[in-house]
T-cell receptor, first 117, second 115 residues
Framework: AQTVTQSQPEMSVQEAETVTLSCTYD???????LFWYKQPPSRQMILVIRQEAYKQQNATENRFSVNFQKAAKSFSLKISDSQLGDAAMYFCAYRSAGSGTASKLTFGTGTRLQVTL | DTGVSQNPRHKITKRGQNVTFRCDPISEHNRLYWYRQTLGQGPEFLTYFQNEAQLEKSRLLSDRFSAERPKGSFSTLEIQRTEQGDSAMYLC?????????????FGPGTRLLVL
C-alpha cells in the first residue's frame, strides 16, 4: 500500500516571502500522480497543483511550483510571494495510474500554513 | 457548473441513530468518491462509484455504512446505528475520467457529531 508523509505539522511565512512544504511518499509503482490540495478554514478542498510521475519537468501554476524527485520519492511545494489568502491546510496526495486501477487519493496528514504580515 | 454540493453541512445525532448524507456531483462527472476526515488527519478513502456502479469499498466502510448512486447522478451515504467514533467530516468528490486523466473536485463536506 502507498503511504504519504508530511513531516511539518505547521509552517509560518511572512507575506511576500517564499515557503516550501515537504512531502515524501512510499510506493512500489512506477507510474502515478501526485497532488497538492489546499483546504482553507471551513472551506472546501481545492486542487493547487498536480504532477505526473512520468514527466521529468516540475509542474508550475502561477506562484506555486513543485520539486519532484522521483528517485527520492519526494514532492515538495514551493509557494512564492506568499499572500494572506494562502493560509490554509495543505495536503499532499498520491494516486495510482492506469485506467483499470482504483483512482482513490491517499493523503498525508497535512501542513497548516500560517501567513503573517 | 456550481461545483460539488453536500447536504446537510452539519449533523448532530445521538448514538444509535441513523443518518444519511447527500452529495450532488458536478454535472456529467462519471466518478464520485466518499472520504472521511477526522481532526488533524488527511481524508481517508471510503468508497467510489463509476456512474451507478460501486467499484471499491475501503475496509473502513463497516457493515453499518452503505452508499448508493442511483442513476449515476447524486449519491447518498447512510450510517446506521451511529457510534461516537463515526464523528468526522464526510467529504464527497467527483471527477470526469478521460483515459487516465482525472482530477477530483471536492465538496464542502458534512460534519457529523455523534453524542
Amino acid at each position: 500500500a502507498q503511504t504519504v508523509t508530511q513531516s511539518q505539522p505547521e509552517m509560518s511565512v511572512q507575506e511576500a516571502e517564499t515557503v516550501t512544504l515537504s512531502c515524501t511518499y512510499d510506493t512500489s509503482e512506477s507510474d502515478y500522480y501526485l497532488f497538492w490540495y489546499k483546504q482553507p478554514p471551513s472551506r472546501q478542498m481545492i486542487l493547487v497543483i498536480r504532477q505526473e510521475a512520468y514527466k521529468q519537468q516540475n509542474a508550475t501554476e502561477n506562484r506555486f511550483s513543485v520539486n519532484f524527485q522521483k528517485a527520492a520519492k519526494s514532492f515538495s511545494l514551493k509557494i512564492s510571494d506568499s499572500q494572506l489568502g494562502d493560509a490554509a491546510m495543505y495536503f499532499c496526495a498520491y494516486r495510482s495510474a492506469g485506467s483499470g486501477t482504483a483512482s482513490k487519493l491517499t493523503f498525508g496528514t497535512g501542513t497548516r500554513l500560517q501567513v503573517t504580515l | 457548473d456550481t461545483g460539488v454540493s453536500q447536504n446537510p453541512r452539519h449533523k448532530i445525532t445521538k448514538r444509535g441513530q441513523n443518518v444519511t448524507f447527500r452529495c450532488d456531483p458536478i454535472s456529467e462527472h462519471n466518478r464520485l468518491y466518499w472520504y472521511r476526515q477526522t481532526l488533524g488527519q488527511g481524508p481517508e478513502f471510503l468508497t467510489y462509484f463509476q456512474n451507478e456502479a460501486q467499484l471499491e469499498k475501503s475496509r473502513l466502510l463497516s457493515d453499518r455504512f452503505s452508499a448508493e448512486r442511483p442513476k449515476g447522478s447524486f449519491s447518498t451515504l447512510e450510517i446506521q446505528r451511529t457510534e461516537q467514533g463515526d464523528s468526522a467530516m464526510y467529504l464527497c468528490a467527483s471527477s470526469l475520467l478521460r483515459g487516465d486523466q482525472e482530477t477530483q473536485y471536492f465538496g464542502p463536506g458534512t460534519r457529523l457529531l455523534v453524542l
